[in-house]
């Protein structure tokens, strides 16, 4: 059974992007998964579908933080946020929690961490 969320995955690891995607498909949520923000972006219903998207901070051209604040100008509310990466510092982390982020996971990311920072964000909406 699909939920009715929506969850738009972005990183440029196609593996990730596809490891994300079957594992949140197998626990019920609708996926669309983007190589970089800049397709995001540019995907005519890919923000007003998404329920919760979960992007990487290192991407090519544009990088999570980048697509964070765009996401708060363009959107009203944006849809929550929840960072990943292979490459991040408690500095950093705490930046974008302090943004207003859902959560930031260091790779590899444990699946029922991840979940449960999901489901705890939808339930809020």
Do not use: C
């Amino acid at each position: 059974m699909t939920l009715p969320w929506r969850i738009a995955i972005i990183d440029d690891e196609r593996s990730v992007r596809s490891g994300l995607s079957n594992l949140l498909q197998s626990d019920g949520y609708a996926t669309d998964t983007f190589d970089s923000a800049e397709v995001f972006l540019s995907h005519p219903t890919a923000l007003s579908n998404a329920s919760l998207v979960i992007t990487d901070i290192r991407l090519r051209g544009m990088n999570g933080l980048a697509l964070f604040e765009k996401l708060r100008l363009l959107a009203t509310p944006p849809p929550p946020i929840l960072f990943i990466s292979g490459h991040a510092d408690d500095t950093l982390q705490r930046y974008a929690l302090s943004l207003g982020a859902v959560a930031f996971l260091l790779k590899p990311i444990n699946a029922d961490v991840l979940l449960d920072h999901i489901q705890q964000a939808l339930a809020r909406r």
